[in-house]
């Protein structure tokens, strides 16, 4: 990552003692060679520690070249000689990037103190609040786990993967050809291995064969339009004083059987910005990179550029302030389903440089998320890829822990199967006989419906009176058993709380055996059946609640079974008049049936019909429970329809 962040610092140094130490390191640092910079001063350092200019050039050097974790010890030095807005910005920076927060926060509150200038207060301020957010960040994907492809990596650089038809493609320093004055580290190149998915055949790493990798500068992240026909990749750092200054996208195109050498692009417009990290949209028709080109809101930002009539990519546009920050933002990965990948040290982050995404709210606003800590660490994460988005691909890292410097590593998802728990419920029909247990009844016709009241299944039981079904664990459902000569009947069923929390099992599959059983009642003609419980005030006939719950069972029989028309009756005890329990009985009658037609039941199935004591159960009743006995409410089938 180190070879993305360089650029032109100038400092004013006095030149004092050890005069030509100080030349010389000074005319490395000014020349973009931080790390022969670094080696040049630290001497200086070695006989004087509070050499304000060889500790500002170490600091300064370190932090252009993206090792600013290493500067902390000599911005410290540099305030305690003079402290400044950006000796103590820069060391905030610097403890941030160790994850030193709360040190890192008071740096930058002090920071504050030196300046009035509204815009540099404003960045500051972004930090210190960066630093609360990044303790609430969630793993965007729980279960995906990150392993380094050690097989892969060497000892120097090896970063930017992407995969294109069956190849992977990546940025490394193996057969490295001169170093990089910068960072003292190797120039890169580019290199394929074929490739299945994750699988890579590393024994078979060859030196990009599109067309030769040159020498003496850094070749470094690439991208492969969607057909395969464009090559575009970042070149730069060149020791040629005839080469360009400035990195910048080259691109090379499918011809003739081969690829072209590659080209300057237009979209770099101005050959003294940095442009680099490029990255095709799903479709081809648009280039995302990041660029330090004036207008920008920080460091370094990502840009949009359409493809033209001529093939070429132009218009490049600012992704604006929500992605972009006064940081850096590069890396850019789009994905087919709209949401946007790519690296940033200025939004609420682990460290340096973390992976982010910027996806659509419910509300259609665009808001940017942290992968969360099993995906970024305190050091640069960036240059993602997906070979099967979202579950799987492979990204950069520097991270402790690794091969080299900049490692790659691939990412999986790694969410658990989830623990199956299948409910078999056995379904027992059976018939109603007066004066015995409940019998079998057989080949009765079981239909199971869900909560939805969508049919599931269906069967006949069998010579057991036996049906089997299978059900999902906290379910509601609905059995119905139905056949000739008997009452259809629904009742509902549900599994809460029947079967064993899924965390507590450790087999896959989990079967447990429920039983219900359903009863049958004959339909016959003329045959009263006693309604149980149905009770009225005294000389009253309106419906009790707990009279309309017993009522709302025949009203269930009447929709299971949408053929039957029904007496209902009311029946009285002898302790009135004749005429007076005969009215009586015919109101409450009513009262039932103008109940049950509230509950959706056609009036022209339902008959009242008072009794009165006309039909005394016990004659000459004597106790309570005999007067009881011949207050009933009764309904019988009066007709079936066919």
């Known amino acids: 990552m180190k070879n993305y962040f360089f650029g032109i610092f100038l400092i004013m140094l006095s030149i004092g003692g050890c005069k030509s130490l100080q030349e010389k390191g000074t005319d490395q640092f000014l020349s973009g060679e931080y790390q022969y910079a670094i080696n040049t001063f630290s001497q200086i350092l070695e006989q004087d520690t509070a050499n304000e200019q060889a500790n500002e050039v170490i600091a300064e050097s370190y932090r252009l070249s993206n090792r600013i974790e290493n500067s902390s010890e000599y911005y410290q030095k540099l305030i305690e000689i003079e402290p400044s807005f950006e000796r103590y910005f820069f060391l905030g920076q610097s403890l941030k990037a160790q994850q030193k927060n709360e040190q890192a926060t008071e740096a930058f509150e002090n920071a504050k ?16 609040e960066s630093i609360k957010l990044a303790n609430g960040i969630e793993n965007y994907w729980p279960f995906h786990e990150l392993v380094n492809y050690r097989e892969l990596n060497t000892p120097g650089d090896d970063y930017a993967p992407i995969v294109s038809e069956n190849f992977l493609y ?44 040159e020498e003496g500068l850094n070749q470094a992240a690439m991208a492969i339009s969607p057909d395969g026909n464009t090559l575009i990749y970042s070149r730069g750092n060149s020791t040629s004083p005839r080469d360009l200054p400035e990195t910048a996208l080259f691109a090379s195109y499918f011809r003739g059987g081969g690829f072209t050498l590659p080209i300057w692009l237009p979209v770099n417009e101005e050959e003294n910005w940095w442009n680099s990290t490029p990255a095709f949209s799903p479709d081809g028709e648009e280039l995302y990179f990041a660029s330090n080109r004036p207008g920008g809101y920080g460091g370094i930002d990502i840009y949009k550029a359409t493809k033209l009539a001529n093939g070429d990519f132009g218009n490049a546009v600012n992704l604006g302030p929500n992605v972009n920050t006064p940081g850096n933002e590069l890396f850019p990965r789009p994905a087919p389903d709209g949401k946007f990948f790519f690296a940033s040290d200025g939004h609420p982050g682990f460290g340096k440089l973390d992976l982010f995404v910027a996806e659509q709210d419910e509300n259609g606003n665009q808001i940017i998320k942290n992968l969360g800590e099993n995906i970024n660490s305190q050091a640069d994460d960036f240059a993602i890829f997906f070979t099967n988005y979202p579950k799987e691909g492979f990204l950069s890292s520097n991270r402790e822990g690794g091969i080299g410097n900049d490692d790659i590593y691939y990412f999986e998802d790694k969410t658990p199967k989830p623990k199956i728990v299948n409910v078999l419920l056995n379904v027992f029909t059976k018939q109603r006989v007066a004066g015995e247990p409940d019998q079998v009844l057989d080949n009765t016709r079981v239909v199971l419906y869900d909560g939805n009241n969508k049919q599931i299944g269906g069967d006949f039981s069998n010579s057991n009176g036996r049906v089997r079904f299978t059900l999902d664990p906290q379910s509601n459902y609905t059995i119905i058993a139905s056949k000739g000569g008997y009452f259809s009947k629904s009742v509902p069923y549900n599994t809460f709380g029947k079967t064993p929390d899924p965390a507590t099992l450790v087999q896959d599959v989990t079967n447990v055996t429920l039983d219900t059983t ?17 009770y009225y005030d005294l000389d009253k006939a309106d419906i009790r609640p707990d009279a309309a719950k017993e009522l709302d069972k025949l009203v269930q029989i009447l929709k299971d079974n949408p053929q039957i028309r029904i007496e209902l009756s009311s029946h009285t005890d002898d302790r009135s008049s004749d005429a007076y329990n005969l009215e009586l009985s015919q109101r409450r009658a009513e009262s039932a049936v103008n109940y049950m037609v509230s509950q959706g039941i056609a009036a022209d199935r339902l008959v009242a019909k008072g009794y009165g004591e006309t039909q005394l159960i016990i004659e000459n009743a004597q106790t309570e429970e005999e007067h009881q006995v011949n207050r009933r409410t009764e309904f019988k089938v009066i007709e079936i329809k066919e």
Do not use: C, H, W
């Not at 490295?176 to 790493?205: H, M, N």
């Not at 016959?524 to 059946?529: C, D, N, R």
């Open 113 to 128: 103190a030196y300046t009035q200038d509204e815009a540099l207060l404003a960045r500051t301020q972004r930090e210190i």
């Open 170 to 213: 990546f940025t490394s320093a193996r057969q490295a050809s001169g170093i990089y004055a910068a960072t003292g580290t190797p120039y890169t190149k580019l290199f394929r291995a074929r490739a299945e998915d994750l699988r890579v055949d590393v024994s078979g790493i060859q030196a990009l064969p599109e067309f030769p990798n």
């Open 518 to 534: 359903i009863v049958l009642d004959q339909l016959i003609l003329e045959k009263s059946i006693v309604l149980e419980n149905i």
